[in-house]
Each structure stands twice: as structure tokens, then as C-alpha cells.
């Protein structure tokens, strides 16, 4: 780790942490979704000050593509709201807004064409800023492995 101060920032009841073989995911309360289905992430957990460990279950892409952009998307998008309203005490009502999103694609990256890919996720939350009591400003960086 950095040496770097994480401040007092009080903790939200957790989404249930499921295991590798429970395949339910994370509650789509936590990514604000209004369907179960379109919800990728399987499970999270918090690793230290700062740093998560996330699983998602990705669908075949479709078209030859290698991956399917929206759903890696989606995905970096769910754990920042995972992340933000479990670990960061932000409240499930509160509106979110992404002021900067920038993502890069290793080559030669790919899922599995024939069907569901389990994959691995690295977070590092960065810059939490308070306004008041509660966490008002996050950064995140994410490896989708």
C-alpha cells in the first residue's frame, strides 16, 4: 500500500458476500438496477483500506466480438456502486453521478465465446472527499482480470 491516510468514513451494512458456487450475485438494490438478470458481479469483499476484490459472471459475446464492451462497462460501473454504497456508507436512495470515465482494453484481451466467463476484479478506491458527515466524491481504479 501507498502510506496514504484513509479517512473516518463509517460503513454501510454489507451486501451478502456470496461464495464462488453461488452464482446469485450481488442484490440489484446495490448496482440500481431494476432487473436481477443484468446484474454481473457474484461477489465482493473488502481486502484492506482502499482495496477490493470483486468476481462477475459475464454472458458469451455475441457477433465474434472478443468481449462485449457494454457488459465491461456495466461491470466497472456495478462495482463502483457496490463499492461506494457498502464500503462508503453512501445511501442505496442516493442519486450517482461519473464525472470522468476512462477505461483501456489490453490486446488480445477475451472471454470465452462458447458461454458464461468467471472473471476477477481489482479495486482500488482513491480521494474519498467528504462533504459533512458522508462521502460525497470517490475515484476508483479497476483491472478486470
Given amino acids: 500500500m501507498s502510506g496514504r491516510t484513509v479517512p473516518d468514513i463509517p460503513v454501510a451494512p454489507h451486501p451478502p458476500h456470496h461464495s464462488a458456487e453461488d452464482r446469485s450475485g450481488v442484490p440489484k438494490e446495490y448496482v440500481h438496477l431494476g432487473r436481477a438478470d443484468m446484474v454481473f458481479l457474484t461477489a465482493w469483499q473488502q481486502l484492506e ?7 462477475a459472471r459475464w454472458p458469451a459475446p455475441g457477433g ?3 468481449y462485449d464492451p457494454g457488459v465491461l ?11 461506494a454504497q457498502a464500503a462508503y456508507g453512501i445511501p442505496l436512495s442516493d ?3 461519473l464525472h470522468y470515465f476512462d477505461f ?4 488480445g484481451f477475451r472471454v470465452d465465446p462458447e458461454g458464461p466467463c468467471d472473471l ?3 479495486v482500488t478506491a482513491t480521494d474519498p472527499k ?3 458527515r458522508a462521502v460525497s466524491s470517490l475515484g476508483m481504479d479497476v483491472r478486470v482480470l
Fill in 49 to 55: 483500506d482502499g482495496e477490493f476484490s470483486l468476481s
Fill in 64 to 66: 465474434g466480438l472478443p
Fill in 73 to 83: 462497462t456495466q461491470t466497472i460501473r456495478q462495482s463502483g456502486l457496490v463499492i
Fill in 95 to 97: 442519486q450517482t453521478l
Fill in 104 to 107: 483501456t482494453v489490453a490486446p
Fill in 120 to 122: 476477477a476484479l481489482e
Fill in 130 to 132: 467528504k462533504r459533512g
